[in-house]
Each structure stands twice: as C-alpha cells, then as structure tokens.
C-alpha cells in the first residue's frame, strides 16, 4: 500500500486516496495528478484571500523542477523519469509529466522547466507532444521571461533532420524570452553517450537554481509500488528460440518470420501493444567485408571508453555497419576531402541525403569512397549498436511465457553484393534452441482502451503484428467491443500474413470486419488508405460513436497517407472544414484514441 507522509488528509480521505489510484496505471496517474492539480488551481483562483496570505502557493512552482517528456517508443519517458529520481535523490521538488497530460496554462508559472523529446521520422514531434509543440508555436504561447529551461532531444542521425523537434523547442522558448541554461543536448540512438553527461548538467544547474527557494515539505508521490525488472536493456534475458517459420509465400519477394521465443523464467510480463527488444550481432559476412575493404586487421585491439577488444569484436557486437548516419558520412567527407560528399551535407541536400542513407549501408560509402581508417578512429567514429524495437504479435493471456513477433527479413543486392537489416538477419539466422538476447519495452499510449469500446486497427504489411495480439487479448476476455482490421501487401495468395486466423477470427465473432487491399493484384495500387476512404462513413460512424484508432507499420509513406485520408474523411463527413477535421483528429491523439506506433 502507498503511504501518504505529512498528509493533510484525515484516515478516511486517505484510505479513499490509496482505493483511487490502486490498480491505475501510469498514463492514468499522469493524467489524475493533472485533474486534481487543476482543481485545486481553479479553488486557489477563486479564494477571496489575497497572494500575500499564501506565499507558499505563490512559490511553488519557484521551488519546483518540472520535466516534460515527449516519447513515441519510451525513451524520453525512461529518462525524463531517470532525471526525475536523481532531482528526488538529490532533495529537490519535482515534478514528471508526460507532454499530453500537462497543463499549459501552467507554463507561465513555471520556473525551471526541463525538457525531453525526440523527433520522428522526418522532423515530426512524438504523438504525446503534438499539442504542446502546436501550443509552444502558437499565437497563445504566453511570454516566458522568467523561465530557465534546458531540452534534451533524441534522435536517430540516419535521418537528415536529426533531433529536428528538441532544435525546434529550445528555440522557440528563447524567443519567448525564457532563459536557456544549458545547449540542447542531442542524443542518437546510443543514447547514454549523450544522456549521461547531459543529465549530470541539469542535476548540477538544477541545485543551483532551486537552493535558494523556499522549501516545500517533503511529500511521498502518489503512485503504485513497481518493481525493477530483473531483465531490461542494459541486461537481457537470454530467449531460447521455439519458432522461426517463413509466413510468406515461394512466390513472394518478401521474407516475413513468425518468430516464438520462450521466456519461461524470466519473469518477464508484457501487454498488447508493448515491443521486444532485441540486441543482434552484425552478420560476420558483413564483419569481413569491411575489414577486407579497408585492409585492416580484425585480430587488432582497440579500446574505447573502458573496453579494450578486438576490432573484430567490436564491429560484431559493439558498432552499427548497417545504418548509415550523418555523424559517420560527416567525418568520412573530412577524411576524404571529396567536395561531392561535403556537398551532401548542405541544407539544400537535405533530401538527396535522405534518399542516399535510404539506400546506402556503411560498406557502400566505404568503397565507393575509399579513404583510409585507422581501427582506433573506425571504433570512435561509427555509432554504438543499439537494440531493435519489434510490436509484440502475441497476449501473454494466451501464450503464457512465450512472446511473438513477426519480422520482415531485410535482404537486398547493391550493385550484385547482399546487404541486410541487422537484426532481421540476426533473428532469421538462428535456429530452434538458440538463444536471443531480449527486453521488454513498454508502449503505454499503444494499449487496449481500458473500458469494452469498439477498435479500428490499421496495420499494412508487419505493422499487423500488434493487432495479432490486440486480438488475442479480446477474445481471450471476452470483450463486448467490435474489432475491425484493414490489412494490406504486395498479393493475396503469397503476403496474406496470418490468413487463417483472421478467417477463423472473423467465423468466431472475434473479428468483426475484414479489409484488404493487395496492391498488385490489379491494374491500379490499392492500399489501406484507399479502403479507409470507401469505407469512409462508416469509419467515421465508429469513430464519432467512441471507438479507438491504432496505426501500425511505415512512418515514410503509410502513416502519412492514412492520416491524410483521415483527415478528408472527418471533413466529408463530419461535415467540417479539413482544418477543423484535422483539429478533431489531434483531440483524438490527445485523447489516447488515435495512437500510433509508426518506424
């Protein structure tokens, strides 16, 4: 049971208290603590009694640290909360907010504000944050001359417009006059490499700034008791593998894998719409070929930080050859010299890098751009490997201690040579018995609606695998809701992923309707936005009638298109302008009724 200390609640209110918030989980705590710090904000406004008779209302937010996060796939949520316990540990006041559960009218009031946020795809804001990056831009963004802020972006630098939204916001608040106190930190996909540091900064300007504040009493958060898994990202469980089955056709150019791994004993849990991490190893094939390419030897030792391996080792397990990124592109046009590669980098290029990292790997700019490495430099330079996220396709309700994906083996020729996707080549390589090193990643804003109401799922290609499981978990529990799924590939008779079970789903009553759209089975392309938009009144029926919206699958093409067709559908026939659908749309996201889990 959560204890309440120096509360000024009576044995009854807090027995209710700790009832209220028992069983929530935290997206639910977030947005409770939220409603009731605006309830009392709304009482404080209204009493009759003068600001000099509560100066310690009027201090609060003085003594106070708040941070924000902005997360798509929890990053920014593990360490805004990470910053959050230090700031605790360190006897500061502070506050954990998720970017669509704070209050904006508080902004003006704030004091110290910390901010962490990544950027999607191309220089697109997380769904949580999407209304307060339009607030922040906006019109009636207050003036901010008494704030001191810092913002922490996460990015993925194989993207041209890296860590795009935290440059954005950093910016903006110092045009509205606020105080910045440290440089944005930008962090790549290895994250620590950035974070640490950067949260060791804020700590220190945090003390700074809060220790000649006013004291608040200390107060135990309310919140539900969790423990720290055993298993996590920095120490994965090592998954035996039971299944690695090819669920695509002979016919078919794709390779997509049914992948079941045991995770008896690990005392792992997971829920619908949550992913697996997966830390792979570079295929050796790959090792080989760019220690060939710049004639180095792999036998060779390095050190880097506080590990000293071979070179060998280190482009295996420690360092990420399939991914090109700006970084690595940025000191091979140094090292090179070449102006067609330092043209490249130009803004102006911004989309001829985009297209050229879309297709090149790390061993393409090696050889079409020879220049010589040092193993030393090579280490230092190339990114760390970081673990790939997968949506989890089963319920543990059903599958008990297993979990299960659904992987499109990335493998393709440039130029007659074999290039692939890191991990997809890792896990389509190992056998049954073998093992994989494995992490539970929650999705909290990708979950089931806690109440029985009706689902739409838009899930093209693997982007199906987390309806798989939405699924499951219904009909394992029964729920009253309706499910409709709208699937999509390339043909019906070799890309129909999981084709049994939707039909036995749908002859069960588990699925209530089916749509398909196989885009080369005819003349013209049919994709899922195509049925969305035929199907536009009754999507639209749902929809206003209460139902949630999940998209899952490509973040380039798909999700935009199928935001679009929404958009169009709400305005035909919600009978609204396409501004006013699109700000229908965004109270949806904010709602936690459109989610998407888009890469």
């Known amino acids: 049971m959560t204890a309440l200390t120096l509360s000024p609640l009576t044995e009854d209110k807090q027995a209710l208290a700790v009832r209220l918030i028992d069983g929530l989980d935290t997206a639910a705590l977030h947005w409770l603590s939220g409603y009731v710090a605006g309830v009392a904000s709304q009482r404080l406004a209204g009493a009759k009694a003068s600001h000099a008779e509560h100066p ?49 009218r508080e902004l003006k009031q704030e004091r110290l504000l910390y901010l962490v946020v990544s950027t999607q795809g191309d220089a697109e804001p997380p769904d949580d944050s999407r209304a307060l990056v339009e607030f922040l831009n906006g019109a009636r963004a207050p003036k901010l001359e008494g704030l001191r802020y810092a913002v922490l972006g996460l990015g993925d630098s194989s993207y041209p417009q890296f860590c795009a939204i935290g440059r954005q916001l950093d910016e903006r608040l110092a045009t509205l006059g606020a105080q910045r106190l440290l440089p944005t930190g930008e962090a790549d996909v290895d994250l620590e490499t950035v974070t640490q540091p950067w949260l060791e900064q804020a700590l220190q300007q945090a003390r700074e700034q809060l220790k000649t504040s006013t004291p608040l009493a200390k107060v135990t958060t309310l919140r539900t008791a969790r423990s720290t898994p055993t298993w996590h990202r920095e120490q994965p469980f090592a998954a035996p593998l039971l299944l690695n089955q090819r669920i695509t056709g002979r016919d078919s150019d794709r390779d997509v894998r049914h992948i079941e791994l045991s995770l008896e004993g690990s005392g792992l849990r997971y829920t619908p719409g949550d992913a697996l991490g997966v830390w792979p190893t570079q295929a050796p094939e790959l090792v080989e070929a760019v220690l060939d390419t710049l004639h180095l030897d792999g036998a060779a030792t390095v050190r880097a930080g506080t590990d000293e391996l071979p070179l060998r080792t ?63 430099a090579l280490v230092a330079a190339l990114r760390p490997l970081a673990p790939r996220l997968y949506s989890i396709a089963s319920s543990q309700s059903v599958v008990g201690e297993e979990v299960h994906l659904t992987v499109s083996h990335v493998d393709y020729a440039i130029d007659g040579d074999a290039r692939w996707g890191a991990a997809s080549r890792y896990l389509a390589g190992r056998a049954e018995g073998e093992s994989v090193p494995v992490f539970i990643e929650a999705n909290e804003r990708f979950h089931l609606p806690a109440d029985d109401r009706d689902i739409i799922m838009i899930g093209p290609g693997t982007g199906v695998a987390p309806f798989r499981a939405f699924v499951q978990e219904r009909a ?102 396409a501004e006013d659908a699109e700000a229908w749309l965004n109270q949806l996201i904010q709602q936690g009724r459109y989610a998407r889990d888009v890469y």
């Open 476 to 577: 394992e529990h029964a729920a009253n809701g309706r499910n409709w799924l709208l699937f999509g590939n390339p043909h019906f008779q070799s890309d129909f992923l999981y084709q049994v079970e939707w039909q036995q789903a749908l002859k069960n009553g588990q699925l209530h309707r089916l749509d398909l759209a196989f885009s080369r089975d005819q003349a013209d392309k049919v994709y899922v936005q195509h049925r969305l938009r035929e199907q536009g009144r009754r999507l639209y029926e749902w929809l206003d009638g209460g139902a949630h919206l999940y998209v899952c699958g490509d973040a380039s093409r798909m999700a935009k298109d199928v935001h679009g067709a929404l958009i169009d559908i709400v305005a035909e026939h919600g009978q609204r302008t």
């Open 56 to 104: 310690a209302a009027a201090t609060e937010a003085q003594a106070r640290l708040t941070v924000l996060y902005g997360s798509q796939t929890g990053n920014a949520k593990r360490i805004a909360e990470d910053l959050g316990r230090r700031a605790t540990s360190a006897g500061l006041a502070v506050r954990v907010v998720r970017a669509d559960a704070y209050p904006t």
């Open 314 to 376: 280190w482009l295996s397990e420690r360092r990420e050859l399939t991914q090109l990124t700006r970084p690595f592109f940025a000191a091979h046009a140094e090292r090179s010299g070449d102006t067609r590669l330092q043209d490249f980098l130009a803004p102006a290029a911004r989309d001829q890098l985009a297209d050229l990292f879309a297709r090149w790997q790390v061993l393409d700019l090696l050889r079409r751009h020879p220049v010589e490495w040092t193993p030393d």
